[in-house]
């Protein structure tokens, strides 16, 4: 049977597109106002200790997924139990990268086209991409990469007429509480969102570069988020908070004379491919898990119906798009912290566990 390999550089670009995702279309650390660029920075602080705890955890198990690790760390039985928790994470995150995904479409582009019809566009290529392997996905995110930090450099390039940096002031004007809830809502999205990773990562060809994929994709996609923050709240300034689609919004402000305008539309297609690849990436590890769980030979046999249940499950999982921010940014948060540091930390303890107790055997 054909095993799929991608190497350090496309495991780099998926796990970026993954983490820039639907960041890059509802934004990040919006409680924060004004320093949302700090709590950018503070939340890419919080995030290097769990993201070594995931490195670790696949260190200590080379070659495998998450869900084999549980297996051999937890046992059958409750390794099962905690797969099936991962499973509802990833299905229910999956949903929420699509449910963003066909508002920002709905609300910014479509307003008459159906919520349904944008989300079962991202579904159709999601099953295509996942039945054709995560090495396909990795080497769909090494090609398209580069054309999207093209596409951001020239947008910032562009924007630099439209930058007001008193916007900026004052700097930590309500405080250090907001900042910090800021930081809170930007570790825990989208980088501690990066567990999902986990379901993938037996790929990588040298099983010794872990570290490597995720600290490097955690610091280029973390810079990248933090530009384009910093950027929404020059051209923005105190309105950055009460809209739902900053970046799509401060974009569209920018124009050169009569001569270059609504470039907005250019750059929908970096928020496309970000949605497109996280939410593929959760398609993927659910049917891994699915498949894990039920004996499956292969997961590619439930793709399909996955990502239909997945979409119908976007579609009803919010009212409206107040709903959506107000889950994002309020609930979200304290509703992952289990799955994000509390579960891998426990995996991790267990595993050192397991692994000091071999030679003894």
Not at 150 to 169: D, G, N, S, T, W
Not at 187 to 202: L, N, Q, V
Not at 205 to 219: C, D, G, M, P, W
Not at 282 to 299: H, M
Request: glycine residues 6%.
């Amino acid at each position: 049977m054909y095993k799929e390999q991608i190497t350090d550089k496309q495991g780099i670009c998926l796990l970026s597109l993954f983490i820039m995702g639907s960041t890059l279309i509802v934004g990040t650390g919006g409680t924060a106002k004004n320093d949302a660029w700090i709590a950018g920075i503070a939340g890419i602080i919080m995030a290097v200790p769990i993201i070594f705890v995931y490195s670790k955890i696949l260190v200590l198990f080379p070659g495998m997924d998450l869900y084999e690790i549980l297996n051999v760390v937890l046992g059958k039985l409750v390794g099962n139990i905690v797969a099936v928790i991962y499973i509802w994470y990833g299905f229910h995150l999956g949903a929420l990268v699509m449910r963003n995904f066909g508002e920002f479409i709905n609300t910014m582009t479509m307003p008459e086209t159906p919520l349904i019809f944008p989300m079962l566009c991202l579904a159709l290529v999601d099953v295509i991409a996942v039945k054709s392997g995560v090495e396909v996905m990795a080497r769909i995110s090494a090609l398209v990469l580069p054309f999207l930090l093209f596409i951001i450099a020239l947008v910032e390039l562009l924007a630099i007429p439209q930058l007001k940096f008193h916007f900026i002031k004052p700097i930590l004007g309500e405080g250090i509480a907001p900042v910090l809830m800021g930081a809170f809502n930007t570790f825990s999205f989208p980088y501690a969102e990066t567990f999902i990773f986990t379901a993938a990562a037996f790929a990588l060809k040298s099983k010794k570069s872990i570290y490597k994929v995720y600290f490097i994709s955690l610091f280029f996609a973390g810079t990248l988020i933090i530009m384009l923050t910093l950027r929404n709240i020059l051209i923005l300034g105190g309105t950055l908070g009460t809209l739902y689609f900053p970046s799509h919004v401060a974009v569209s402000i920018i124009r050169l004379g009569e001569f270059l305008e609504r470039i907005e539309v250019t750059v929908a297609i970096v928020f496309v491919f970000g949605a497109f690849i996280k939410s593929a990436l959760c398609l993927f590890a659910v049917c891994k898990g699915i498949a894990r769980v039920f004996n499956l030979t292969d997961y590619k046999s439930i793709v399909i119906q996955t990502g239909l249940l997945m979409t119908y499950f976007a579609y009803i999982v919010y009212d409206n798009i107040m709903l959506m921010q107000l889950w994002a940014f309020k609930v979200y948060p304290f509703y992952a912290f289990p799955f994000q540091v509390i579960l891998p930390l426990l995996i991790l303890i267990a595993a050192e566990l397991k692994k000091r107790k071999k030679p003894k055997c």
